[in-house]
């Protein structure tokens, strides 16, 4: 447990302690320094909110494997805090910027990380649900083209795709396919 902080705490200073808390993989602290924050909240949010956030930062997914273990890991803490957060809020402790030579801006690849996380809680709901199927569904009108030849298709649940695909535009998810 975090130790009793002092109030009143500013917002900066909150998210950098909960950043601190996931660097070190302490999931419950860090979620506990948002909902003091925010002025305490049900244990049964918090317990989401932990599931939520492992899923981000235990993914081995990535958008580009050229980026760095290190600075993968940096953008994958910073994507689990926005879980706690409003995104404008984590931003700035995203500086990467310097030497950033990738495909991706930090940022998109934060939302991608963050998206990844939410897509695979939602597919550990699904399947505790008893869902055995699933198809990969689209919501933008226009699909991103890595992302055309799985939309529609079926998958066994065991099977599923990593989503969101590497890119930015893809605005993938998973939706169950009643047994017949
Ligand atoms: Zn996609």
């Not at 002092?6 to 419950?28: C, H, N, R, W």
């Not at 981000?56 to 890991?73: G, M, N, R, S, Y």
């Not at 409003?86 to 495909?103: L, N, P, Y």
Request: with cysteine; charged share 25%.
């Amino acid at each position: 447990m975090v130790a009793d902080p002092t109030f009143p705490m500013y917002l900066q200073e909150a998210v950098s302690q909960s950043l601190d808390a996931l660097i070190k993989g302490k999931v419950p602290d860090a979620v506990t320094v948002s909902s003091n924050y925010f002025g305490g909240a049900g244990t049964l949010y918090e317990k989401e909110t932990v599931a939520i956030i492992e899923c981000i930062l235990d993914h081995d997914f990535t958008p580009d494997p050229t980026i760095k273990p290190k600075a993968l890991k940096t953008l994958r803490v910073i994507a689990a805090a926005m879980e706690l957060w409003g995104e404008s809020d984590v931003q700035e402790f995203a500086e990467v910027s310097g030497d950033w030579t990738h495909k991706f801006k930090p940022e998109e690849v934060i939302q991608l990380l963050y998206a990844a996380g939410l897509e695979r809680h939602r597919l550990d709901h699904l399947r505790h649900a008893g869902v055995r199927k699933i198809a990969v569904r689209n919501g933008a009108d226009q699909a991103a083209r890595d992302c055309q030849e799985t939309i529609g298709r079926v998958f066994a649940i065991e099977e599923a795709p990593i989503l969101p695909h590497g890119n930015p535009a893809c605005r993938c998810s998973y939706a169950p396919v009643p047994s017949s």
